[in-house]
């Protein structure tokens, strides 16, 4: 079993490594990276725009394609995130904590180069996860049920503390007006309009997407014009800048690389939870064990490291439940899934068997995908980082106008692009109160994910008879709340061990 | 008017009124689908209520939170010509409607007077900018582009 495993895994990289393979990979690629900055355009966009393009081609090869434009996409939104503060896709939020602050430092350059090391790293182990585990873990991921989603997303929620720069109160104030923002349009589980206040429009309710891209982008508008600077950041073209980077993260960030790739695999490989979320945890892990923690939010690569390490590696795991069972992990995964059933081949335990060959050989493509990413990547970035050279006076509108045709381009509704706006408008009044941007999109992150685990649960318990049994007494959902207890009870035991151990250095001192 | 611990108070008081209003409105709907809303009304009356009490009861120590009103005034410009930009659209199209906002927008956030100089090499870059929006969203996406009544 072990040589047959062998035999396709090396059969699929001889596969997938050929040279038009390659070259659709190097496509596919840079593409993915240009789809990637430009807010609005997500991978899920991309992967649908191009899918009907993969319909002439042999399976293998139209996923070959598929999984290297997801792959540098979700890079990519990163290099919009370090330049100008405006996050390419949801999954680069975390990115921007410490991304933009590092630009503004004067090293743009050094941020873009650090999201690329991690991302590749980061979507190395995630796809290494897949390829070896991808049957027996896509049966333990569907053992996550709703209660255990709600508690997952409380868990979640824990990073607030993190997130706020400034009062912990407004933080938690900023997380909550996400989340009810997030309970806009119909109810999830009776169908009715909530708080559409009479319009029509808002029963769809408050989408993500365009939400995000006001909050981040035309705040961002408001913030540089607010500043009056003539550049965003200086440019410094950096020498020998992709040895240096590696060789610091190799030096101080392997921990944090591995334990971001890893948070990123497990919460990938849940149905439903996505890059969003993985990068938020797993950059609220990284500041929590981190020796500094205050460095978090002021220009670290380690949060960079963090956000994008765990963004990249949820791509190859949240194709373990798509492939091993035939139930896609994200919306990306849906419109693969889409893909394989168009050419015939049915995902779950039987694509082993039945269609091993084109299972293996997109496999190993993202496998090539990442490596390839790094080159190609590495030019773009160098490319990209010229956007410091552009006055400020053409950024704050063409930053608008991109917001507005990305956020059209999501629906074709003028009605997004109206709630851009508004949200940008009232994330800037928010900020200028002192309201962090990043606990705002946690909240609507995070909000649709707690309110129909919440709701499915509560379903679930009356069925029941029980809400201490739904809610508690699954293993599962033990795991999430004793994390939870961790992440709220550590910081004080952490402040008070450093308390102590300050004022046994000074006792020292003195003696 | 400086805004420090005067904008926790607004702040403050804001958010508990907002809540209110949400509460009530949670109050009218049904079983399940009321009880996230509540919680999270809930959540924002007390965190405000706590806010408020900071704002009335901390000693101001200077914190400079929001800076001055006089620094609003280039943002609000914006915010109202990026609204006249965006219902502008309806009207006159994506294209010209986005052309006249770099236009406009490159003089309200430019720091010196414009020249005749500046104001061409705004249009040179806005042309070419648009180019290239034109050339991959409606080129090589495919995607659809906001249209108006003239253009």
């Known amino acids: 079993m072990v040589d047959g495993f062998f035999t396709l895994a090396v059969n699929g990289l001889l596969n997938a490594v050929t040279p038009y393979h390659l070259l659709l990979c190097a496509i596919g690629i840079a593409c993915g990276i240009i789809v990637g900055v430009l807010p609005g355009i997500s991978a899920t966009t991309a992967t649908a725009l191009l899918i009907p393009m993969t319909f002439a081609m042999e399976p293998a090869t139209g996923l070959v394609l598929l999984g290297a434009i997801w792959t540098a996409a979700i890079y990519g939104g990163s290099n919009a995130t370090c330049l100008l503060n405006i996050p390419g896709t949801p999954s680069s939020i975390a990115t921007s904590f410490d991304g933009y602050p590092m630009t503004r430092k004067g090293e743009g350059e050094r941020a873009m180069t650090i999201a690329l090391i991690a991302s590749v790293i980061g979507g190395l182990i995630g796809v290494f996860v897949l390829l070896f585990a991808f049957a027996p873990l896509a049966r333990l991921s569907v053992m996550v049920g709703a209660p255990e989603y709600f508690w997952l997303c409380i868990f979640g929620l824990s990073t607030i503390a993190s997130l706020s720069t400034g009062s912990a109160l407004k933080g938690l104030l900023g997380a909550c007006i996400g989340l009810l923002i997030g309970t806009i349009g119909l109810d999830p589980v009776i169908g009715i309009p909530r708080f559409t206040f009479g319009v029509p429009a808002m029963i769809e309710g408050i989408q993500l997407v365009p939400a995000l891209i006001g909050i981040f982008a035309v705040g961002q508008v408001l913030h540089l014009t607010q500043q009056g600077s003539g550049f965003i950041a200086e440019y410094k073209r950096t020498p020998k800048l992709f040895t240096t980077v590696l060789g610091d993260l190799a030096r101080s960030s392997k921990l944090n690389l591995i334990r971001s790739s890893i948070i990123g695999t497990v919460i990938g490989m849940l149905p439903g939870a996505g890059g969003p979320v993985a990068s938020l945890i797993s950059y609220n892990e990284a500041k929590r064990w981190d020796r500094n923690p205050a460095r978090f939010g002021t220009g670290t690569g380690d949060g960079v490291v963090a956000s994008e390490a765990a963004n990249n590696a949820q791509i190859g795991s949240s194709l373990v439940p798509m492939m091993g069972l035939g139930i896609p992990g994200s919306p990306t995964a849906a419109i693969v899934l889409g893909g394989l059933l168009i050419h015939g081949i049915i995902p779950g335990s039987r694509m082993l068997t039945d269609a091993a060959d084109i299972a293996y050989t997109f496999i190993m493509s993202l496998v090539v995908a990442n490596i390839l990413l790094l080159p190609i990547g590495f030019i773009m970035l160098r490319v990209t980082a010229n956007i410091l050279r552009v006055p400020t006076r053409w950024v704050i509108p063409m930053v608008l106008v991109m917001a507005t045709i990305g956020t059209y381009s999501l629906h074709n509704s003028m009605v997004d692009v109206y709630v851009m706006l508004v949200c940008g408008i009232g994330a800037y009044f928010l900020a200028r109160v002192g ?18 685990a919440l709701n499915i649960s509560l379903q679930f318990s009356q069925a029941r008879g029980s809400y201490v049994e739904v809610f508690f007494m699954r293993p599962m959902s033990l795991v999430f709340i004793g994390l939870t207890l961790i992440a709220l009870l550590l910081p004080i035991f952490q402040e008070k061990f450093s308390k102590r151990r300050a004022a046994t250095g000074v006792a020292k001192d003195e003696a | 008017m400086k805004l420090n611990y005067g904008a926790d108070f607004i702040l403050g008081v804001c958010g508990t009124v907002f809540g209110a209003a949400f509460l009530y409105q ?14 999270i009304a809930v959540g924002i009356i007390v965190i405000s209520v706590l806010i408020t009490l900071q704002g009335l009861f901390s000693s101001p120590r200077g914190e400079d939170i929001g800076g001055t009103l006089a620094t609003l005034a280039k943002p609000v410009a914006v915010m109202l010509i990026a609204a006249v930009y965006l219902l502008s659209i309806s009207y006159i199209g994506f294209y010209v409607a986005s052309f006249l906002c770099i236009m406009v927008l490159s003089i309200v956030t430019t720091r010196s007077q414009p020249t005749i100089g500046s104001v061409g090499a705004t249009t040179l870059a806005a042309l070419v900018y648009l180019g290239g929006v034109y050339f991959v969203f409606s080129f090589a996406l495919g995607s659809s582009i906001p249209r108006g009544i003239l253009f």
Request: glycine fraction near 12%; avoid cysteine; aromatic fraction near 12%.
């Open chain 1, 435 to 452: 309201v962090s941007t990043g606990p705002l999109a946690l909240g609507l992150v995070l909000g649709p994910f707690i309110e129909d």
């Open chain 2, 26 to 39: 949670s109050g009218t709907l049904m079983y399940p689908s009321k009880v996230f809303p509540v919680f």
